[in-house]
Structures are given as C-alpha cells and as structure tokens.
C-alpha cells in the first residue's frame, strides 16, 4: 500500500484517501477481468492506456462501473482525457455532483413555412436556409462547457472560410479530401467546405487507442488508397497517425487542420455543382470484406431525404437529438442531412458522450423536447443494461414519437426490453420504429408506419433454416422471432429473388435487390465490386429477407450464412443467445463457419469473449454455449473458443466483422493479441513513416530535376531553330514536335479527345489557364496543319529569349492592361483572323494558384466578332496540377484536352460580343473541370 499511498499525495482530505481505498480494488479487478495475465502492478498511476491495456471501449465500461460504484455521474471527456486513476480522485471524494447543464439556448417554437422543394443539390439547401431564415438555430452542439448555437448564416460561412483555405491549399475541383474530425462545428463546416471548394468528402472515423490501432491504421490506408484523397482534415493531435496514412497513401500531398484552413484567410468560395455530381463517398463498414466507396451523388442523398420525411410525416416542430458518428450514414444523412433540408432542430452530442453515459442521451431527448432520435440496436441494449432508476429522476420521454432502431440486426429482445424499462417515463412502445437501410441506398431503404410500433415475426426456425420458408411457428415448435423492417420508401422497389434471379413469393427467403432514386452508381474506383452489385438493372443488397404483407424481414447477410447439412444457418440468433449467457461479454460473440479437414464441408465456429479464467468455470461455460446453439440452431457448434476480452473484431460502428475473425481464428491469432507487440509494430511503423515520406518526396525532388533537364535539353535543341529561323509556319511544326518529344520523355503524354471538331476555316480557340505547361501542351496536340498562333501579352514580347521565341512562332502580342491600347490588341487578333490565321487565346489572360475558372476579358471576343469568326473552345485539365503557379517543380500527372463546341457569331456589334463571352465560358467550364471562380462575374477589358 505504500506506493498507492504515496501516489494520493497530490489530493488532500479524507475524502479522497477513502476514494482511492475504494477505487483500488474495483480498478484491479477489472484489470483482471478485462486483461487476464497482466502483470503490471495496478496502482493509482499506472496508465490505463499503456500500463493496464485499456483500450476506450474498455475504458468506457470502467467509467460505467465507476460511476455505479460511487453514484455519481462522471463527466463524459474523461474517457479520452483522463489516463490514470488518481486524476479520477477529485470528482470520486465529494459525493454526487452533477455537472450543472446551464441556461439552455432557445430552440424556435416552429420552422418557417415550407422547405427546398426545388433545391437540387446540399448546398442549395443549405443556401435556400441560409437566405429565408438565416439566424434560425440549425446545430445546437452539446459540449463539455455547455452548448454551442450554430445557425444557417454561421455553418454557410464558416463552410466559405473552409473552402477558399482549401483552394489556398491546391485543392482541385473533383478531387477527394478525407475528414477524421471529431463531432463538432469543425466537421460541419469542413464538409460543406470540401464541397463548396468543388471536392469530394471522404468522412472515416477517428483513430482509437493504441491497443487497437494497428488494425485502425490498416483499415484507414485502404480507405484512403481507393479514395485517392488529396488532402486529410484532421486535429492537431492526430499528428503521428496522420504521418502513417501519408506514408501509406501517395495520393496524399497535405495534412491539414480546420484552424489551418482557417488562418489562410483565402477569400470565401463557392461552387455551384449540379444534381449528378458526388455529394461524397460512404465507406461501408467492412463488415464482410474490405470497405468500398460507396458513390452518393447529389440527386441520391435529396431522393433519400425527400421519401424519409415522407415516410416519418417531419413536422414543422420536430426536434431531432442524435449522438450518432457523423462519418457514419446514419448519423450523417438521417441525423445531420435529413434536419438540414426539413429545417429542424439538430441537438447533436459526441458519440464518446454516449458511450460514457448512456442516460445523457435520454436526458438530452428529454432536456430539448426531442420527437426523432436514432441509433443501432445496441444502444437502446446499452440503456437497458445501464441506466438505474436513479439516474433517470425527472426523465420524460412523451415526446419523443420516433424511436428509430437500425444499422445493424434489430432485435426483438431488445425491442421489449426497452420498451419495458422505459414505459414508466412516458416512452410509449408505438414510438419504437426499426427501420432498414444501407449505404447503396443512401442509408433507408424501408420505414414502417410511423406511430405504429413494432411488428415482430414468429417464425419456424427448422422450416426456415432447411427450406427458406418463413411460416409461423405452431405452439411447442423451435421459433425465430424477426422485425418487420417496414414497407420500401416512396418511390423505391424491393424484390426478393433465388440464386438464379427467380422472384420468390412472399414469406420464401432469398436476395434481398431493390433500385430506386436512392440507389448509388456504384463503388469508386472499383469495377469489380460495381459488376457485382448490379443485377438487370436491380442493386444486391447483400442480405438475406422475406416480404411478409409487402414489408421487410431481414433475415441475415449472405456471406455470414453458414450452410449446413443442407440447411442455412444465420449466426445473429446464436450470437445473441450467447451473448446473454452469464460470463459471456454481450455483442461480443462472433459465429462462423471455418473449412474442415479436406472432404469434410465447413465447421460451426463460436468464438466467445469472457472474463472468466477459472478451469473448471470455462469448461461449465462452453457447455452451457453447446446447448445454447442446440436450442437455438438445432445444430451442435463443432468447437467454441473462449477468448478474452477484445478478441473479437468490430467494425468502427460495432459490426462483429465475421469473416476477419475466421481469418484470425485460422491463423491462430484469437487471443493471443500481445498489446507489446502490437505497440512496438506501431512505433516501428511510425518510425518508417518519415523515411517512406523522404523516399517519396525525393523521388518527386528527383522527376522535377529530370523534367526540368529534359526541358533544358528540348529548348536548346528545338527552341534556337525556332528562334533563328523566324519563320512561323516552320516554327510552328518545330515547336510541335519537341513539345511531343518533351512529354513523352517525361512520360505524362497527354490525352486528347475531340480534335475532329475543331473548325477548318480560321477561328478563334478559346481555352482555360491554369499554369505555364498550357501553351506547350496545345503546342504538342493541335494539328500543324491549322498553323495557329497564339495571343500573349506584350510584356512577352521584350523578355530575352523568349520574345525572340514566340516572334518565331507567330505571336500576336497585345496590351492587356493599359486601356489606351486595348483596341490596339483588338485589331492586331482581327487582322490576323482577316488573313486566315487561327488564334489560341487565353480569355482568363493569367492564371493563379487556387483552382476555378476566372473572368474573361472580351478583347478576343470583340475581334471574333468583327471578323465573323467561329469561336471554338477548349478545355485543359491536369497542368495546374503538374506545374502549378508559385512552384517550379514539375510533378507527374495525367493531362487532357477536350475540344468542345463551336459558337458563330450572329453579328459584328459589342453586344454580340459579350454573348459570345458568356457562351463561351458556360461551354469551357465542365471542359475545364473547374467551377465558377468569380460567382459568375467577368471582365469587360
């Protein structure tokens, strides 16, 4: 006792001298429990993470513990921030003291009249709020120091700021950016800025704790490799993971956080994209496999919204209160999305809050007058197991009439429960609603009645199992109770068909397809996956069902059947019946089936968490788990493994991922997870990765020399014949084919498309700016032939070396800035066009460092007109990438050029000018792949 003694010397008093008394002895046996074999002396300052192996998970259900044990409410940041018991001594020595949950902000009574009906994309919803109800209370986030408002007006401009720091940055329009933030403004507005910067969101889960990390890490790296981001948004604190995902993912240029963004003080940006566009990517949970990319455009995500808020009747005074992980579909779309467009209150909580009190989230449904709230099935096991009638003093749940329960198998068990435990507090069993979706959908594929609580299916398991028929149970007979997950949303179909595509009848089990406007396009950048989730023009779902009166009864997923003897069986059923038997960690048994010896067909595998360790105790548990499986299955389980504590792999959203756990039970890898080994793999890791970055970026360094050197060696080959010679036509075809050879040395040949399109009488080519590489690469990929010559501005035309160059070449020079000799320019473009030459023009007449398409300058266009010249047009993509402004390192990238339409002009008046102008731009901006960089502005120069 003395060390522990000693280590209470920093908390004075009696009262936490009889804390850390207390406080020993449960800590220790949960360390026992949890870790079986430690050998680190427990004591007040060892540290859960490092010393004891805690991971958060582990961490939270102490907290819990803790909590009861002392009857207080223990605040919910001490789970990630507190690392050793004595820093828990001052809130365990003075009794139960709440942390008081101040004034609350008012919510408005009622939402204005009406909602986006037109809007077509996010952020014209977001716009539409924004503009009729600016200062309405949109977030109201639940914080450690109380709560935080966050209005239309404020997350619209916050998203601006994010967006032009992300332009400053080198954010191009279509590329990916990963978001691993935490719930709070940062995230919101991070995600609205990714897209108002013409990007794509990718939102993953934050890191966890060291003792799972490594298979975090793993997780992340494919995450980001498919995805190909750019750019991750994390915290600061996420420094020496955000290292490994850079070493791991070459895509990945910089590591930013929204404090970052913020200091770059960019002007605010905009982009309008359209309703096909990819809103974001939605990485599924992996819980049979890799996770894929899931495509969500625009049109999807507001499809989905539209037919959920039919289908839950939204009301103009609904208060939605989620904790749900915004990187996750249900707390993003349904939560998040879906009170966005119906311009409901979102009260919005960490998910860590949860985890560490339970009761908080019934209290904030309670606290906010909260009508819609959501979460998986085990959330609503948690609150039964958890919460006592003492921490639920003054609790009403009247209002809340949608309880909705999904993202993973709604349990009938689980229904009652806490449809039991809570009907005292005013929840009435008509608000329970399970719901099911999936990510390929959006995230709701059915919804049932709303108001009308749950239906529950009594099923024979053995005609179930052997024939797929489900039929009800006769008394005495072995039953399987399944949720009916309701009827598909408005506007979507579901089928159920055999292994040939045969539509079954009702109440036969088979493939659960659907299509609708929710449905995505597929996986990014994985055909494969793609071909197969498509079958005549309906989407696999993936799971098992029936329809029963036209609604959904999930049955199981695919890949976790385990066939055998002829007969299918499902591994939720067992797993839960498992799970509630006593010394078995419930929601922590996996159940799959393993090869046997050759010849032999599969194995029935249970692998089981436990605490116990006893000889005699285990041997009585895994008999108790046999009989289990007898009654629930009908089946003996071929082997059970008794594993310790967090043996059993999840998902980030608390999937058991099956199929990773039959690989780890193959492998010999179950319970032998040595949290030393595993640390000292990280710090290997973590090492590596600044040397992986090194390599990485000297072969950068090192292709830049090269291209540079190659660029050297063409000019002073091609570029002095050009400048000796002075004769355009010649110089033309010279310049042309030492452009050719330049790209091809440095292996980034560009890619053209539509060069058939182009004019064959003298014309103006209109095309984008976006770096230096723009003149040579037009000067590789238009036809000799044509001999164009380009506009360039007369400061060009006095430089050593290059003035003598572009004269060899045919360069039209012109004034851009000095207004006096604008009609100069004019008329040098439309003499040339007179004499049948053909002009390459850059309207933007400069470029810039951050993506988007600027304003155009109407001298060409004024000579187009004069001359009745066609205007055709153009669009670069890639070379802002490979050279960008204010760099000169040459880097790798694929380049394009698109020829587009043509425009003719109508007459030789100013007015017909500036049309040409706007038509122009309309027409190169999808070419370019940039978005309006001026909020549709232009110049008139």
């Known amino acids: 006792m003395g060390q522990d003694r000693e280590a209470t010397a920093p908390v004075s008093g009696e009262p936490a001298i009889d804390a850390a008394d207390r406080l020993l002895p449960l800590l220790r046996q949960f360390v026992a429990d949890t870790v079986p074999g430690r050998t680190v002396p427990v004591t ?9 192996g805690l991971d958060s998970l582990a961490r939270a259900e102490l907290m819990l513990r803790i909590g009861r044990d002392f009857g207080i409410d223990l605040p919910p940041h001490v789970i990630s921030e507190t690392d050793n018991a004595l820093a828990l001594l001052p809130l365990l020595g003075h009794g139960n003291q709440p942390v008081a949950p101040g004034p609350a902000i008012a919510l408005p009574a009622a939402a204005i009249a009406g909602a986006p009906a037109a809007a077509q994309t996010l952020v014209e919803v977001l716009e539409w709020h924004a503009e009729h109800d600016p200062e309405r209370v949109h977030v109201l986030l639940q914080t450690r120091g109380g709560e935080e408002a966050l209005t239309y007006r404020g997350l619209l401009q916050r998203a601006q700021d994010m967006a032009g720091g992300l332009a400053l940055h080198g954010l191009q329009p279509g590329q990916t950016v990963a978001l691993m933030l935490p719930t709070g403004v940062d995230y919101l507005a991070a995600f609205f800025g990714v897209m108002l910067a013409g990007a794509i969101p990718v939102p993953i889960y934050p890191p966890a704790r060291i003792a799972q990390l490594e298979d975090h890490l793993k997780r992340h790296r494919h995450i980001l490799g498919n995805a ?16 490994l995902l850079q070493a791991a993912a070459p895509s990945l240029r910089t590591v930013l956080t929204p404090d970052e963004l913020a200091a770059a003080h960019a002007a605010p940006m905009r982009l309008r994209p359209r309703a096909a566009d990819t809103a974001f990517l939605q990485y599924t949970s992996g819980s049979t496999g890799d996770p894929k990319g899931v495509i969500l455009a625009h049109a999807n995500l507001l499809a989905n919204i539209r037919a959920l808020g039919c289908a839950a009747d939204v009301r103009v005074d609904d208060v939605f209160v989620s904790w749900l992980p915004l990187y996750h579909d249900m707390g993003l779309i349904g939560a998040w999305f879906g009170s966005l467009y119906y311009g409901i209150p979102l009260v919005l909580m960490s998910p860590l809050d949860f985890l ?18 959501a979460a998986p099935n085990f959330a609503y096991e948690l609150c039964v197991r958890h919460i006592d009638d003492a921490a639920m003093q003054g609790l009403s749940l009247d209002r809340w009439r949608l309880a909705l329960n999904g993202a993973e198998p709604v349990s009938a068990a689980t229904l009652e429960a806490f449809a039991r435990r809570f009907a005292p507090f005013g929840l009435r069993r008509e608000a329970l609603t399970p719901v099911y979706g999936l990510a390929e959908c959006s995230v709701g594929l059915a919804f049932p009645p709303a108001g009308r609580g749950p239906v529950i299916d009594c099923v024979d398991a053995a005609l179930l199992a052997s024939e797929g028929n489900a039929v009800a149970a006769r008394e005495g007979v072995t039953a399987r109770r399944l949720v009916s997950c309701g009827a598909p949303l408005p506007g979507h179909e579901v089928r159920i068909v055999d292994e040939s595509g045969r539509e079954l009848p009702e109440r036969r089990v088979g493939r659960l397809e659907f299509r609708g406007p929710s449905a995505s396009a597929g996986y990014y950048r994985n055909s494969a996956a793609t071909r197969a989730l498509f079958r005549n023009g309906w989407l696999d779902s993936g799971d098992q069902a029936y329809l029963a009166q036209g609604e ?3 049955v199981g997923r695919v890949k976790d059947v385990i066939k055998r003897g002829g007969r299918n069986l499902y591994p939720y059923d067992l797993e839960d019946a498992v799970g509630g038997l006593p010394g078995v960690r419930r929601g922590c048994v996996a159940a799959f089936a393993a090869p046997g010896a050759e010849g032999a067909g599969e194995r029935l595998v249970v692998v089981a968490e436990t605490r116990v360790t006893d ?4 041997a009585v548990l895994e008999e108790n788990i046999r009989g289990a499986a007898l009654d629930i299955i009908g089946s003996p389980i071929d082997e059970v493994v008794l594993a310790p504590p967090h043996s059993v792999l999840k998902t980030s959203s608390g999937k058991i991922r099956r199929l990773a756990c039959r690989d780890a039970y193959l492998q010999g890898r179950i319970g032998r997870m040595n949290p030393y080994r595993m640390r000292a793999r990280l710090m290997l890791q973590m090492a590596a990765a600044p040397m992986r970055v090194a390599v990485r970026r000297a072969g950068m360094l090192g292709y830049g020399v090269y291209a540079w050197l190659v660029f050297t060696a063409m000019a002073l080959c091609f570029g002095l014949p050009i400048v000796v010679l002075q004769q355009p036509g010649i110089g033309r075809r010279i310049a042309r084919a030492g452009a050719r050879l330049l790209f091809a040395l440095c292996g980034a040949p560009p890619v053209v498309e539509g060069l058939d399109r182009l004019p064959r009488q ?28 380009f506009v360039a501005k007369q400061e060009f035309a006095t430089r050593p ?13 012109i004034e851009r800035r000095d207004a006096a000799h604008s009609e100069e320019g004019v008329a040098r473009m439309l003499r040339a066009l007179q004499r049948g030459e053909s002009l390459v023009v850059f309207p933007e007449g400069t470029f810039r460092r951050e993506a988007g398409l600027q304003g155009f300058q109407a001298g060409a266009f004024a000579a187009a007109a004069q001359a009745m010249a066609p205007v055709a047009v153009a669009g670069i993509n890639g070379t802002r990438a490979a050279l960008r402004s204010g760099t000169w390192l040459p880097r790798r990238a694929p380049l394009h050029l698109a020829i587009g339409e043509t425009v003719f002009p109508d007459g030789r008046c100013w007015e017909e000018a500036m049309r040409l102008r706007d038509v122009v731009r309309a027409a190169l901006m ?16």
């Open 552 to 554: 959904i009864h999930i």
């Open 228 to 243: 190909g981001a750019s750019m991750l948004i994390s915290v600061p604190e996420a420094a020496q993971v955000t290292r």
């Open 762 to 789: 003298a014309h103006l080519l209109a095309v984008n700016h976006a770096s230096y590489l723009d003149a040579i690469l037009l000067s590789a990929t238009l036809p000799a032939s044509q001999g164009y010559a």
């Open 44 to 52: 007040l300052v060892a540290s859960f993470e490092r010393d004891l």
């Open 926 to 941: 999808p070419l370019a792949g940039e978005f309006d960089g001026t909020a549709g502005a232009a110049s008139a120069v």
């Open 801 to 813: 070396g290059i003035g003598a160059l572009l004269r060899g070449l045919g360069t039209v020079f």
């Open 356 to 373: 560490a009190r339970p009761v908080g989230w019934l209290h904030a449904i309670a606290r906010r007058g909260g009508t819609i709230s």
């Open 615 to 618: 000889e005699a105790r285990r």
